[in-house]
């Protein structure tokens, strides 16, 4: 069992508003960051929340992040953008691209926009919301550092490559985010965390063999020598593993092709990140009534929920159902963080200069540290 | 071993037209359809071409696809628009809603087109190639009967669903053409005639068990009695069912959502289809310069195909390398076609009065029809 240490919502956004703000960013910019990252770990995706706080720290520090970027627009028309992200915090360029978008899509119905020169952005799905907030449909992907190995290769070419799109629907909003590899990373590392095998079709080891260690693969990305994570549908074509390279090679042309930005293979190479973004938005009204095509969407969801369960299943979940359960239990009982995490949150608060105890709580520092595996 | 008849390109161009002029559609419209079934078959996709007829035949004869159907545009906005098929064929839609959305492409730079009413209309990729080869990126897509569980379900509620994708490159152009199942029901067909169990995660059984058992599959599907194929991704969360039941999703709401036609769940109910396609066009000059961003995809391909391989594999395929060498290959050596499927072209000949030497040759008649599962 990993141990916890429960904090309510808002604790944590003070945490972090302010540490952002010691970093150099301006108020406005710290409350967009805590924004993205708080919504990872209230929808209950912990790998894009405050476990994400030490990489972007590093970031920072490495240069790999610049605190001063300021995203600008270099190229558009009335249905598309171009941003040059000038590597600055993805979650400020995201934003930035996404509120445009949808004020083209509002006026011109449609807009795609994409982003170049970037870092991490957090959960794609954050700035899908944001279209689907505005009743509009949204989507939002990103490349990253190559980890997946296109099928019959033994090399990371693409990133984890996530795609997500939401739509407004009634009770819950359509809402689909996924990587378009099998698993992503942040799954590696908490099978690694915990010393289990992985499933067999998640991974190759440097010389292109399927294997279930997750340390070994992990170590192998990072040194960029081989193996890596097998696409969505696994390691072989019976297995659907080309389709899972296509939705890949989808994400990297809307992300860095379209952006005349760094394909993921050549991201993080040299102290440049270079992650690419791509978004659109498009307004519902542009096929009809806006109102009926949601009922028409509400009604096949739920006919989708109601159907005939398997053996063993008692539900069928639609898209965004999860995340929506999650927000709820967790702005009512409270985000449990990691104690790594908050080992590393403590280190967070003093490399910036916050009071630990006043936005932490009197955590034992030494019991914790010992669990730690910040470096 | 099959038996196959090798055809020329020409002369089942030939025959095709004919036929279909026979059956009461116009040159023009006879033309198309020809076009959109052999390029399947000069592709490689048996499925979608020549072995299509008997349903399309078969179709015509039931009513479900009316001949005379004209589509007509029923909402547009200059980046949009919304089709009514009434009925007819699914190529002809699917020509004339592309056609359309090119032309507002090149004029808005993006449109989105979707068709309701429509019925089967071949491979999704044939539409989004019509955009590529205009300079444009295009997707296509389309519902169907429903094959596909989601994940957790024991009734198919979704079609196969097939997305394609298309962009201009050298030397080849990116074709993504995909179902968002982890297999199609075409090929659980091939399974059952050459009686071979299918492999695990594929298919459920009527109760919701995993079977391997193709004909058992095939007879569920269309007595809609439970069970059917399984998203890509297989029947787990650990292999990423959720994310091909997300992208079936996707497909759906591009075609029968936002079209406010019928969902791949009431399609082929009471002598009704219903399928709907999308469609959507995209000028990559709204970006910047075409002919760059077409030079940095084509290097990126470049990248992937000349990135090592795995133990036991000599090459990595980008989409749509695939393609156009079976297109080489059949235009130079002609199109193999299975004895079943020349059988029901004999009998289609026959049905529609086209004199069957002429068209097809001298073949062994009697021989074939021992052979045809034709009834």
């Known amino acids: 069992m990993t141990n916890t240490i ?8 003070s945490f972090c508003e302010d540490a952002f703000c010691k970093l150099g960013f301006s108020t406005e910019d710290s409350k967009i960051i805590t924004d993205v990252l708080l919504l990872s770990d209230l929808y209950g995706i912990e790998s894009h929340g405050m476990q994400r706080l030490v990489r972007y720290h590093k970031g920072i520090e490495k240069g ?3 605190v001063s970027a300021k995203p600008e627009i270099v190229f558009e028309t009335p249905v598309s953008m171009v941003i040059e992200g000038h590597d600055g915090m993805g979650q400020l360029n995201g934003r930035f691209a996404m509120e445009n978008a949808i004020k083209k899509a509002k006026k011109s119905g449609v807009c795609i926009a994409n982003v170049r020169n970037s870092n991490h952005f957090g959960i794609a799905g954050y700035y899908a919301k944001m ?5 509009l449909i949204g989507f939002a992907m990103t490349n990253s550092e190559a980890i997946m190995v296109p099928t019959f290769g033994r090399l990371a070419m693409l990133g984890s490559n996530p795609i997500a799109m939401s739509m407004p629907a009634t009770p819950y909003p359509f809402f689909f985010d996924a990587s378009t590899t099998v698993v992503t990373r942040g799954k590696l590392e908490v099978y690694n965390k915990n010393n289990e095998p992985l499933h067999e079709g998640w991974a190759l080891d440097k010389n292109g063999k399927g294997t279930t260690d997750a340390s070994d693969v992990l170590k192998n990305i990072v040194a960029k020598a081989g193996g890596g994570i097998m696409p969505l549908g696994g390691e072989f074509e019976y ?7 296509g939705w890949g090679m989808v994400c990297e042309i809307f992300c860095s092709i379209l952006s005349m930005g760094i394909t993921s293979n050549h991201t993080h190479i040299g102290g440049k990140g270079g992650t690419c973004h791509g978004f659109a938005a498009i307004d519902p009204a542009i096929f009809g009534d806006s109102h009926d095509i949601e009922e028409h969407l509400s009604t096949f969801l739920k006919e989708l929920r109601e159907s005939p369960k398997r053996e063993g299943e008692d539900r069928i979940y639609t898209h965004g159902e999860k995340e929506v359960f999650a927000y709820e239990d967790r702005m009512k009982n409270g985000i449990a963080i990691n104690v790594n995490t908050v080992a590393e949150m403590i280190d967070f608060c003093k490399f910036v200069g916050l009071d630990v105890e006043k936005y932490l709580g009197d955590v034992n520092l030494e019991q914790l540290k010992k669990q730690s595996s910040y470096e």
């Open 6 to 13: 429960t904090y309510k919502y808002e604790s944590l956004k």
């Open 64 to 66: 790999l992040i610049k």
């Open 131 to 135: 279209a689907c907030d505005e009743g």
């Open 239 to 245: 297995s659907g593993s080309h389709k899972g390279y």
